[in-house]
């Protein structure tokens, strides 16, 4: 992580992405360079913002924090522009929301826009949840986050009277988070089963920007591009474990959906949707 917000990739890095996202030599336009079709899987837009939250100074914004105490919360983002296979961007990071949950855990949401240095135009614009379990916050330095993005704060709830519009199982490998972190979330929670057990986890646990990247694949082969996505991180996911992705259409564009973790039953994105791109989408 840079705390400059320079972020420099080349095909190489896309194509580890779409990997680590569980694309196989089946897919070559998401593989190979050579492919006419070559492309990155629009979740990409997460990767620049991910490596600039260094640059968020955690010990000044809670108090008692401990990097292996936290988890990520909710994610969302707005894509302003395609992402391209390789680039220079440039992103800025502040905090947007800082709230105590009963001296218990603290919740700080980032804000950034990520910029492509040779145009300057807005790639994306991110906001990503950290819940830091052990943490505080002091009444002072709460930030109540009214001017958070509009899609990031509704409350999307999967239908519970009518079958999903789309159903879809993937499974993930127990390489997954091996292959994902070298995307850039070296986070060793993810890989060292001995950090693992220090914080009350049976083994190293998936990333959850890969249980997202891998879902939402799935709403982008079934629903085409979108523009805005939003999701809130609710269970843990083992690396191995087989997901399921259920969607709902709704009005406007907008696609519900929810991954459930198939071995333990367990909703582990939920309150979730992306905002289809018009014309485009395969509505
Ligand atoms: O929901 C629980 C959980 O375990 N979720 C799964 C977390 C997870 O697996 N995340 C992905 C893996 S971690 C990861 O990838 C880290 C990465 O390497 C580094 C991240 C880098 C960030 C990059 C940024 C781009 C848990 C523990 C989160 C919450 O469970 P509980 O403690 O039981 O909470 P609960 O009692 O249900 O609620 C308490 C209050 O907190 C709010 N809340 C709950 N879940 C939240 C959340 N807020 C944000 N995000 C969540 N996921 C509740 O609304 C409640 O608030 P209030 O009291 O005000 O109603």
Redesign the pocket.
């Known amino acids: 992580a840079k705390s400059d917000g320079i972020f420099k990739y080349t095909f190489k890095d896309s194509i580890l992405y779409n990997l680590g996202l569980g694309c196989t030599a089946s897919e070559l336009k998401y593989v190979y360079e050579n492919d006419p079709s070559f492309q990155i899987l629009p979740t990409f837009a997460?990767i620049p913002?991910?490596n600039s939250?260094a640059s968020l100074d955690f010990t000044k914004l809670c108090d008692n924090f401990n990097y292996a105490m936290?988890?990520?919360?909710?994610?969302y983002f707005k894509l302003h522009s395609t992402i391209p296979t390789k680039g220079e961007f440039k992103t800025v990071v502040k905090p947007v929301q800082v709230l105590d949950?009963?001296g218990k855990?603290a919740?700080i949401v980032?804000g950034s826009e990520t910029y492509d240095v040779k145009t300057n135009k807005l790639i994306a614009y991110n906001e990503?949840?950290?819940?830091i379990?052990g943490a505080s916050v002091p009444k002072d330095k709460i930030i109540k986050g009214e001017n958070r993005a509009k899609f990031a704060m509704t409350d999307f709830k999967a239908p519970k009277d009518r079958n999903p519009d789309f159903e879809v199982e993937i499974d993930t490998t127990q390489d997954q988070a091996a292959l994902y972190r070298l995307s850039g979330?070296y986070?060793p929670?993810?890989i060292d089963p001995v950090l693992a057990k220090s914080v009350k986890f049976p083994k190293p646990?998936l990333?959850?920007?890969c249980t997202l990247g891998v879902s939402a694949k799935a709403l982008f082969e079934k629903f085409g591009p979108y523009t805005e996505l939003k999701i809130?991180?609710?269970?843990?996911v083992f690396p191995g474990e087989k997901l399921k992705v259920k969607a709902w259409k709704q009005p406007a564009g907008v696609v519900v959906f929810q991954t459930i973790d198939v071995n333990r039953n367990a909703v582990v994105l939920d309150n979730a949707a992306i905002k289809l791109a018009g014309s485009s989408s395969k509505f």
């Open positions: 997460v913002f991910m939250t936290l988890l990520h919360g909710e994610q949950k009963n855990a919740v980032g990503g949840t950290m819940f379990r979330d986070n929670l993810h646990i990333h959850g920007l809130r991180f609710t269970n843990v």
